[in-house]
């Protein structure tokens, strides 16, 4: 099983420029955007205690561990809870509650502010405040109903090539590859057969 185009001998899988084919801009820059916060969250971090003091600084850094520990808990039981009452025999699958959509960000809220620094934290209690919450989960609800399409030859174009839908909703992963020198001999098993 193979997937993606297989490479000739001889040719290098860079494209032009010598970069490799599919790598995007977001891709790039992703480690300059967490080295540039790391540097902005340490450096934010000496004001603050050069300001209020080493131990205030370290007594916030706590809280906001404690804080973010309580939060990703209480959502975390609380989707647990969700998930048990849908799995339950007899209950009726109603559609989720409006305000229960926010878990993730709830988690995500929760585990910003563990992380050590201001930052971070600030971004935490921007997941966790309703208006704020209510904004990001619109922005990022819409991003994701958009339609994606992969660069061909990513891993993302081979895993949609590699989906085969059946006319019974099943989805089975695979790709069939033929090969063109050869002809086919006859029924050809090569292990148990899948029923339709």
Do not use: N
Not at 50 to 70: N, R
């Amino acid at each position: 099983m193979t997937f993606g185009a297989q490479q000739q001998p001889g040719r290098s899988a860079a494209g032009p420029g010598g970069r490799p084919p599919g790598r995007g801009r977001a891709r790039r820059l992703l480690p300059l955007g967490v080295a540039l916060w790391a540097v902005l969250e340490i450096w934010l971090l000496t004001v603050v205690a050069e300001a209020a003091g080493g131990l205030t600084v370290l007594a916030l850094l706590i809280a906001g561990a404690v804080l973010g520990s309580i939060v990703v808990k209480r959502a975390g039981r609380r989707a647990w809870r969700r998930l048990s009452d849908s799995l339950q025999p007899g209950s009726p699958s109603a559609a989720p509650a409006p305000e229960s959509g926010g878990t993730g960000l709830t988690m995500l809220g929760g585990l910003l502010l563990i992380l050590p620094g201001f930052l971070s934290d600030a971004a935490g209690l921007l997941c966790l405040f309703p208006p704020t919450r209510a904004l990001l989960r619109r922005t990022v609800g819409s991003r994701l109903a958009a339609p994606t399409a992969f660069a061909p030859g990513s891993f993302g174009d081979a895993f949609q090539q590699a989906r085969i839908h059946h006319p019974d909703g099943k989805v089975v992963q695979g790709e069939v590859v033929r090969d063109e020198g050869r002809e086919p001999s006859g029924p050809r098993h090569d292990g148990p057969q899948l029923p339709r």
